[in-house]
């Protein structure tokens, strides 16, 4: 007798085998039939394994109570005390289904079904099934001896003896053989209808995959024949009642219950359309009328009954149909979009609950699955499988899917499927909804083996998995390279010899013969990177062809990819990240330079596969970056070849940003508003370079006088550098001053400064395979003649007695760069005054200025060089608008504080806004700046050197069309296009210039 207040020790021993309920526990173990389990330390530890303890020992109580005889009762005692294998299948069904719980209490004998542990009874198929199934003649009998099979597999399934992919397996195994049950007493039933007609039963969906849930519809379609010489009709209409038996028979309910709905609604036309259909019917629906997800959902069909060789035939006709729907227009945008619509029709409130349809469920992953199924299966016959994790696998062998990314899916689906599998088995419901409730999270945890804290530990473990759904999807699903390649011809998807040369031919690659050879030296041989090289290869072709130079854009993959192509990340980039691959293509086909510096620093390539990595950096985090690496180095040599590699990358990174803002991807259109890319240019070029300076100066002062200088000192930015419109090949114009010291002689600050200046320019000089970076001081005080450094005192002195209106244009661009910060600052100060002369510039200056503007144009032009196409100094070029700019800003920058900035179109734009030029003259202008801008980093681009005309070379020439956005045979075009701009540019400047 228990004392009262005091826990008896079967009290403690239940509570610590988990039960919720001890106490209820407890008095059902008093009672004498009970005696067993409650001395069997054994059993309670085997009721404490279970899901739900409390729910395993309320069942056998039942179970206990539904047999017939204490014989009887004594029997399964005894059986579960001296027979582990029954022990742990019995109680584990118990404890995690409360259906077949009900199931055994009705059927008391049912129970020694779990008896036998044979090694070749742990995997029935369907033929095991349907001897099982063999004896049920009628709708009700079939239930149950369902219902026993399905005991069989819930057993193995909650014991660990099979896991979830055999567990669907089994459980579709059984709907076929119930299938097969059905439809022979539908037979027997109607023996007419069956002599006149062929009935094949088409399982899809989850049941045709081998991979169908405990409660599910069974997905089906039928098809019908005629025999014996009856009509075609007659023949459709007897099938027709014989398939509509069969699925009253599985779905309606009676005193068992039902089996499970059979769906018929995948099959042509839907609910509308007639249930049973002639396989030629068939087949002309699906040549004329299915739509994309009809496809789809014949991934997965199978014959699992009736006619089998009728069966057999449907599958072989609508196969190739099947494969080549990736071929259909808008395919890939279409599934995306279907699978969009299914999670828009979830309720708001079960959107974060839902296992199989919600964001990150079990449907994420089968559509990814079997979109790229679809796409790439069409050349690849290794990929049709009906069954996700199989497809999944072969996809990770094939080198479609990154090895981590199948492995983190394969588990992220086996662990929904185990939490939807636990979920339905509790009351045999069809539910894909999480439970909210605690007492059933924590069966659920239990269940799939989860025992610290069942109900955190599983929500933890679903939003892990569901994350890394979610993101897997994302990546997988969406990948802008499907797309690309179900827009190939089906001989296209995998490239042999002959086919490759044909479409090298084709896509206008002028040496096929050694584009062939890059091919087989890619895509060559069974290793994984030759996998995934077979299957970027076909569509980078086509991308390299939409290039004036295709085959330089092969040439430059094939350099990349032997460069990184035992780096693991370099194809799985290209394969899944965003449009890497394409990015990637349009870089090495658009010229020189991009895959010029590519090849020097070939890691750069993983810039275009991040959604930021085309963005340039800012001119404090370069400076940053720089200065930390010149900071490590050794010496000045060291550190200015670390600050160079710095430049090196970013100025890739520009390159790519403009190419691809030029040609458009699917993820970056085309810009429409050019002017954007010659800012982004101008901007990222000049951050670029003054970074870069900033860090050339530190490691010149640290090599030589350690953290302080002698005297400070500035860099100042001047011309197209001042005014953020750098181009790749540009000199930087700049102005260097300094101020000694206190306590410095002058003549030791002077020494220092000049000495900085020598190395600075002696180190940016130093042999390099990279572009070029010159200091260009000659718009200095006094030009060429006068010193390269001066005191800011000497330039006050210099400015104040001799500056001339030229200086003071040059003056317009000035902004400093680098080096003492409150040094530069009172070099804007000293200069404002010249730049911005109070009420403007006289007319004696303004004639000065016309007439410099004057012999410039007649001077400097090259000889021979066409006036019409010199972007700098021709016709409507980059001169005539600068200038034009220039006058207005010395004429009246003093009065409007818009024009004081160094950028030309910032202070053209500020000019229109004042009103001191009309709105459509300043568009005129505008146009033709940016558009001679962009010729310039075009032909840097292209041809990999500076230059200020269009290229004479015929490729070229269509290289820079191309970046300009004009396609093949467009050349003349744009020529025409750019003498029509500037010559439009120029009657304006001469009427704002020389007020012509």
């Not at 008896?8 to 059902?28: C, K, V």
């Not at 993983?606 to 950096?617: I, K, N, T, V």
């Not at 680098?818 to 006289?842: H, K, N, Q, S």
Request: with cysteine; charged share 25%.
């Amino acid at each position: 007798m228990t004392v009262p207040g005091r826990r008896s020790s079967t009290f403690t021993r239940l509570l610590r085998h988990g039960f919720t309920a001890p106490s209820a526990a407890e008095r059902l173990l008093e009672s004498v039939e009970l005696a067993p389990i409650r001395s069997d330390p054994v059993l309670l530890d085997a009721l404490g394994a279970t899901a739900d303890p409390d729910l395993a020992l309320h069942g056998l109580v039942r179970l206990l109570e539904a047999q017939p005889t204490p014989t009887a009762r004594r029997e399964l005692l005894d059986t579960l005390i001296s027979a582990k294998p029954l022990r742990d299948r019995l109680l584990g069904v118990l404890g995690a289904s409360a259906a077949l719980t009900d199931h055994l209490a009705r059927h008391a004998g049912d129970w020694q079904a779990l008896v036998t542990y044979e090694q070749q009874d742990l995997h029935p198929g369907v033929e095991e099934f349907e001897r099982q199934l063999a004896e049920a003649g009628d709708p009700v009998s079939l239930r149950v001896a369902y219902r026993r099979c399905l005991l069989s597999i819930a057993a193995r399934d909650v014991c660990g003896t099979i896991d979830v992919a055999q567990t669907a397996a089994e459980l579709a195994d059984l709907a076929t053989a119930t299938l097969r049950s059905a439809l022979a007493i539908a037979r027997a039933a109607a023996p007419d209808d069956a002599v006149h007609c062929r009935l094949a039963v088409i399982a899809m969906g989850k049941c045709g995959g081998h991979e169908l849930n405990y409660v599910s519809d069974v997905d089906v379609i039928f098809v019908g024949e005629a025999v014996n010489g009856t009509e075609e009709s007659k023949a459709v209409q007897a099938a027709t009642r014989l398939a509509s038996h069969m699925m009253r028979i599985c779905s309606e309910s009676t005193v068992e219950g039902s089996i499970w709905p059979v769906d018929a609604n995948l099959r042509p036309e839907g609910r509308n359309g007639p249930l049973v259909r002639t396989l030629s019917s068939h087949l002309a629906y699906y040549q004329r009328w299915a739509k994309t997800w009809e496809f789809q959902a014949l991934l997965k069909a199978r014959p699992v009954a009736g006619d089998s060789e009728l069966g057999e035939e449907y599958i072989a006709a609508l196969a190739p149909l099947v494969w080549q729907a990736a071929e259909r227009e808008n395919f890939v945008a279409d599934v995306q979009k279907m699978r969009r619509r299914v999670v828009a029709n979830i309720p708001v409130g079960e959107v974060e609950r839902e296992l199989k349809l919600g964001p990150g469920g079990l449907r994420d992953v089968e559509f990814a699955v079997q979109l790229l199924q679809l796409v790439h299966g069409r050349s690849d016959t290794s990929l049709r499988s009906g069954t996700t994790l199989d497809a999944l696998k072969a996809l990770a062998a094939g080198g479609y899917v990154g090895r981590v990314d199948a492995v983190q899916f394969d588990d992220a689906y086996r662990f929904l499927r185990s939490m939807e599998h636990r979920l339905q088995l509790y009351r045999l419901r069809r539910t894909h909804l999480v439970p909210q409730d605690e007492a059933d999270l924590r069966r659920l945890g239990r269940s799939l083996g989860l025992r610290a804290d069942p109900a955190v530990e599983l929500t933890r473990e679903w939003r892990r998995h569901t994350s890394a759904v979610r993101r897997l999807h994302e990546k997988l699903f969406y990948r802008p390279l499907l797309d690309a390649v179900a827009q190939l011809a089906p001989g296209e998807a995998r490239l042999s010899p002959e086919a490759a040369r044909e479409r090298l031919v084709a896509l206008g690659y002028a040496d096929p013969a050694a584009a062939l050879r890059h091919l087989e030296a890619l895509a060559s041989g069974v290793t994984r990177r030759a996998a995934i090289q077979r299957t970027l290869l076909p569509v980078l072709l086509g991308w390299f062809a939409d290039s004036a130079d295709p085959d330089a854009g092969l040439l430059g993959f094939r350099k990349v990819s032997d460069a990184l192509g035992k780096t693991p990340w370099y194809l799985r980039l290209l394969r899944d990240e965003g449009a890497a691959a394409e990015n990637l293509a349009r870089v090495l086909s658009a010229g020189r330079l991009a895959p010029d510096l590519l090849m020097r620093a070939p890691e750069a390539v993983a810039l275009l596969g991040d959604g930021d990595g085309l963005e340039p950096r800012g001119r404090a985090h370069l400076e940053q970056e720089i200065l930390a690496a010149v900071g490590r180095a050794d010496n000045a040599e060291q550190a200015v070849a670390a600050a160079r590699g710095v430049r090196r990358r970013e100025l890739f990174r520009t390159a790519a940003a403009d190419i691809v803002g030029s040609y458009g991807t699917e993820d970056v259109p085309a810009l429409p508003d050019q002017g954007a890319l010659v800012d982004l240019v101008g901007g990222a070029v000049s951050d670029l370079t003054a970074a870069t300076l900033a860090g050339t100066l530190r490691a010149v002062v640290r090599a030589n006088w350690g953290d302080t200088l002698p005297t400070r000192f500035a860099v100042i930015a001047v011309g197209r550098f001042g005014g953020h419109e750098l181009g790749y090949g540009s000199d930087a114009d700049v102005l260097f001053v300094h101020e000694p010291r206190e306590g410095v002689d002058e003549r030791e600050a002077a020494q220092a400064a000049n000495r900085v200046v020598a190395e600075m320019r002696r180190l940016l000089q130093l042999p390099s395979a990279d572009p070029p970076l010159l200091i260009d001081a000659d718009l200095r005080p006094e030009g060429k003649s006068g010193p390269l450094v001066r005191t800011l005192t000497s330039y006050a002195a210099y400015y104040r007695r001799w500056s001339l209106v030229w200086e003071s244009q040059a003056l317009l661009r000035a902004e400093p760069v680098a080096g003492d910060e409150d040094l530069g600052r009172r070099f804007v100060e000293l200069i404002d005054p010249l730049r911005y002369p109070a009420e403007g510039l006289g007319e004696d200056a303004v004639r000065e200025i016309r007439r410099l503007k004057a012999r410039m144009e007649s001077e400097r032009l090259p000889r021979g060089a066409d006036k019409t196409l010199h972007t700098k100094l021709g016709r409507g070029g980059l001169s005539d608008v600068e200038w034009t700019v220039q006058l207005l800003q010395l004429r009246h920058g003093w009065a409007e504080p818009g024009l004081r900035t160094t950028r030309t179109r910032d202070a053209l734009a500020a000019a229109c806004a004042a009103g001191l030029i009309p709105t459509e003259e300043a568009a005129i202008l505008d146009e033709a700046w940016v558009l001679a801008t962009r010729v310039r980093n075009a032909v840097m681009l292209v041809r990999g050197r500076a230059g200020d005309t269009f290229p004479s070379q015929s490729r070229e020439l269509a290289a820079v069309g191309r970046y300009l956005g004009y396609g093949p045979g467009h050349v003349g075009d744009m020529l025409d296009d750019y003498r029509r701009t500037t010559r439009r540019a120029r009657a304006v400047m001469e009427e704002l210039f020389y007020e012509a």
